[in-house]
């Protein structure tokens, strides 16, 4: 196992032996195609911490699923990470399962809405096309998401594609800024990117890890669990930025969701259950 001496990243000692020693474990990841889709590219083993090894610190800790920091420490647990031999991604197994999927489509479960055969598929076409993004770690694991239903169905659907179940079918909120509006102008897309827009993002995301937030809580001096997306197509690239969540909220019951700030916000009593399930690498559709 590689030791370092003392911490390297951002306004650390970053000791030369100590950076040289991690730029060789990171390429080591790098070469199997760990952060391929994070686009960090192999770094010069020069020993110097700059902002190429900042970024691929960063990546590594987010490919953990857990909120990076950017600092490695002598006895923390991304040295201890780093450290492990690395496998390369297995793209046949993305493919398999959503060839499966395709095959016998939407599965069916008692008690739950049927999930529209449009979404499905757009939904697994979509996960084979991020066969090679080491995001999906459970791509098994597809959280659908159907904007064209009113916030008084269940429009969100938690398949186990493995199992061929469907594991939650619940109500789900929509941005703000995405209402129906008889209003709205051609040039205001009901759907969106920007942050300050209040809006949903259709596309593809990738589950990462999960934080406390106030979101959606009435009390706004207790915080619950959450989960942090990353978006994977230009219509939701800014989503971590934005601060896309899951999670639970007041205004959301059992039959009825109220408009977030453009999160996936469920009843809490759900999202405790939700977030646990679905969070580091699973696969998520939204659809409109």
């Not at 987010?62 to 991304?78: E, W």
């Not at 205001?188 to 593809?204: A, E, I, M, Q, V």
């Not at 989960?227 to 800014?238: D, H, P, Y």
Request: glycine fraction near 8%.
């Amino acid at each position: 196992m590689s030791k370092i001496l003392k911490s390297v990243g951002k306004k650390q000692n970053n000791e030369k032996n100590d950076v040289e020693i991690i730029q060789s474990l990171l390429n080591t990841h790098i070469s199997h195609g760990k952060l391929a889709m994070q686009n960090i590219d192999a770094l010069t083993e020069d020993g110097r911490y700059g902002n190429n090894t900042n970024k691929a610190i960063n990546a590594f800790q987010l490919r953990m699923f857990v909120r990076p920091d950017g600092i490695i420490s002598p006895t923390g647990p991304t040295l201890v990470e780093l450290n492990k031999a690395p496998t390369f991604p297995d793209f046949g197994a993305v493919h398999a399962i959503t060839l499966l999927g395709l095959h016998k489509g939407p599965p069916k479960t008692s008690g739950m809405n049927s999930i529209p055969s449009d979404l499905w598929s757009t939904a697994l076409t979509k996960l084979a096309s991020q066969s090679n993004n080491s995001l999906i770690d459970k791509p098994e694991i597809v959280t659908l998401i159907d904007f064209r239903l009113p916030k008084t169905k269940r429009r969100l659907w938690v398949v186990d594609l493995k199992r061929n179940v469907i594991e939650f079918n619940v109500v789900v909120s929509h941005g703000s800024g995405s209402r129906l509006k008889k209003t709205r102008r051609k040039d205001d897309p009901r759907f969106g990117n920007k942050k300050g827009s209040n809006k949903s993002s259709l596309g593809c995301y990738a589950t990462l890890y999960t934080r406390k937030a106030k979101a959606g809580s009435k009390n706004k001096s207790k915080s619950r669990i959450a989960l942090v997306v990353e978006g994977l197509e230009e219509t939701n690239s800014a989503a971590r930025r934005r601060g896309i969540l899951f999670h639970g909220a007041h205004y959301v019951s059992s039959t009825r969701a109220g408009n977030s700030q453009g999160c996936f916000a469920t009843e809490q009593t759900v999202n405790d259950k939700l977030v646990p399930f679905i969070k580091s690498g699973s696969f998520v559709c939204a659809y409109g």
